[in-house]
């Protein structure tokens, strides 16, 4: 695998998630926390309207907006649409991409703790997990293979490789200090695996690693009006990665009436009740578990 000359670590591509953004300014105040000498290492603060609006975003999601279709519509054109095709000229392009590594920085305000998001299972990303697992024992791998990279609108989809490091639980345009060290510490272990990955020093890794894998996206529940009926059940909410086996209680309607899970696997939800997933009415994720020979 080619070594890796440009990584961009990216803050604020939703601007009201404070991790990214402030764990960016410190960086960018003192550049040598993120050098390392194999590669040249660039800091870019993705939405700064978006943060000193204290919104998740002006128009849209702005980490939806990097889908090959997207970025080639010109007439897609409100602040993000438009912010996402200059950010793609400034990493990318897509396809073909000046930046060979990207980190995006996000906060969730589900219980998920540090997050590692991979969107491919190669060589080069299974190694990266087993060695951020090892040095963070409290770090869940997270696998978003369902389409391949480039289909991916995430912004990190732009680079040759990149990842989502999802911290939580945080409230939006709240900082919360074990949160931002759990950011940094996974970010600074990314940076050093990548480090060792180009001078092929990449040291004994365990021989497998347990992840999730992405797997379907549920919706509360609704009556016939679109009006909301339900909320997540007391047994699921702020238990992201811990299993819900078909049967359980799932969701607890306005009226008194429990739903269940009505699904054929053993689910490990997360993003719970995540906040910013009000609009299109997500009460969660969910994910098989698996493990992944290094």
């Known amino acids: 695998m080619s070594r890796f000359s440009n990584v961009a670590i990216v803050g604020g591509t939703h601007g009201n998630e404070f991790s990214g953004v402030y764990a960016l300014k410190q960086w960018q105040s003192n550049p040598a926390t993120t ?18 609006a204290n919104k998740r975003y002006l128009d849209c999601d702005l980490n939806r907006q990097f889908d090959p279709k997207l970025l080639a519509d010109y007439s897609l054109a409100n602040y993000e649409q438009s912010r996402a095709k200059a950010l793609n000229q400034q990493l990318g392009p897509k396809g073909d ?3 060979d590594f990207i980190i995006d ?35 869940v791998i997270l696998v978003e293979d369902h389409i391949e990279p480039i289909q991916h609108a995430f912004l990190c989809s732009i680079g040759k490789q990149g990842v989502i490091v999802e911290v939580g639980p945080q409230p939006q345009s709240v900082l ?20 060792l990955f180009n001078i092929d020093k990449v040291p004994a890794l365990p021989k497998s690693v347990t992840a999730y894998r992405y797997k379907e ?13 339900g909320m997540v ?10 299993p819900i086996q078909p049967g359980d209680p799932l969701f607890m309607c306005f009226d008194g009436k429990e739903l269940t899970w009505q699904g054929d696997y053993t689910a490990y939800p997360h993003f719970i009740n995540e906040a910013a997933y009000y609009d299109n009415n997500i009460a969660m994720s969910m994910a098989n578990v698996f493990t992944f020979t290094v």
């Open 233 to 242: 059940h007391q047994h699921v909410q702020d238990k992201d990665f811990q």
């Open 176 to 195: 919360r200090h074990d949160v931002m060290e759990s950011m940094q510490e996974m970010t600074t272990h990314i940076l050093d695996f990548v480090h």
């Open 35 to 52: 050098a390392r000498d194999s590669f040249s290492t660039e800091h870019v603060f993705a939405n700064p309207p978006a943060y000193s």
């Open 97 to 99: 991409p000046r930046v």
């Open 217 to 229: 996206t549920l919706h509360l529940p609704q009556n016939e009006h679109g009006e909301r009926i």
């Open 105 to 139: 920085l996000h906060n969730t305000t589900s219980n998920m703790g540090p997050t590692l998001i991979l969107l491919t299972l190669d060589t080069f990303n299974k190694q990266l997990a087993a060695y951020v697992s090892e040095r963070m024992p409290d770090a």
